[in-house]
């Protein structure tokens, strides 16, 4: 029997369970010393990115002795300041979950026309975007409740529905979002490059309960 539904029957969306991500502006004096340690960098030991069309290219600052650098060394000292208020902020135990170190960092440098394709941060709890130079819109991408089990679904899409939210970051602007979440990012229209600073971090410390048989010690500093 064929449901006869009323033309004037009305819906409203309520939207719930908001959550957040933290935001900070670097100050302007660090970001120009950062940028102008960049120009003393040798491009040809930039690596390039996988996934997406045109991805770009990256130096890993865990591997280049850019750290040495005194801007780089100040810049790392604040992203570990955010990264230890983001972690205040959230409801994790402070008894079991301590403290996170930034385990990985590298610059991202993109010219007009490059992108980057979905992909999270394995290996990380929280990660980090920084805009260095130029405008970034990064898509950040959560699972919507209405995905159904794959059991079900003849079609994937129907148990992977995203919901889909563009952060439009400008030069100075940090986010701390968690690592597992799925994100893309925007092709770069500019002819002037893009540079932005990425990390990821882990938990340091004494992590779980050793009283209850359920811990482990890593020593990330």
């Given amino acids: 029997m064929e449901l006869k539904r009323d033309a004037n029957l009305r819906v409203d969306k309520l939207r719930i369970c908001p959550q957040e991500f933290y935001k900070f502006d670097a100050p302007e004096n660090l970001l120009t010393d950062v940028l102008s340690a ?16 045109d991805p770009g290219f990256f130096f890993d600052l865990n591997r280049y002795p850019l750290k040495a650098h005194s801007p780089f060394l100040e810049l790392h000292g604040w992203l570990h300041q955010c990264l230890a208020v983001t972690r205040d902020n959230i409801s994790w135990s402070s008894k079991f979950f301590q403290q996170l170190e930034i385990t990985q960092s590298w610059i991202n440098i993109s010219h007009q026309g490059n992108d980057h394709a979905m992909h999270t941060h394995p290996l990380s709890i929280l990660s980090g975007i920084l805009s260095l130079a130029g405008h ?22 129907d148990s992977d529905l995203l919901i889909k939210q563009t952060l439009s970051l400008d030069s100075g602007v940090l ?44 020593n990330l500093q």
Avoid: W
């Avoid at 960049?38 to 069309?53: A, H, N, W, Y």
């Avoid at 970034?136 to 079609?155: A, G, K, Q």
């Avoid at 490059?193 to 938990?203: A, Y």
């Fill in 38 to 53: 960049l120009k003393t960098v040798d491009i040809s030991q930039s690596q390039q990115r996988t996934g997406g069309q």
């Fill in 136 to 157: 970034v819109e990064t898509n950040f991408y959560v699972e919507s409740i209405y995905s159904l089990p794959p059991l079900l679904c003849p079609d994937a899409m």
């Fill in 175 to 218: 986010v701390i979002f968690p690592s597992v979440l799925k994100h893309d990012v925007s092709v770069h229209s500019s002819s002037k490059k893009r540079i932005t600073l990425s990390f990821n971090s882990f938990f340091s410390g004494t992590i779980g309960d050793p009283s209850m048989l359920s811990a482990i010690n890593l």
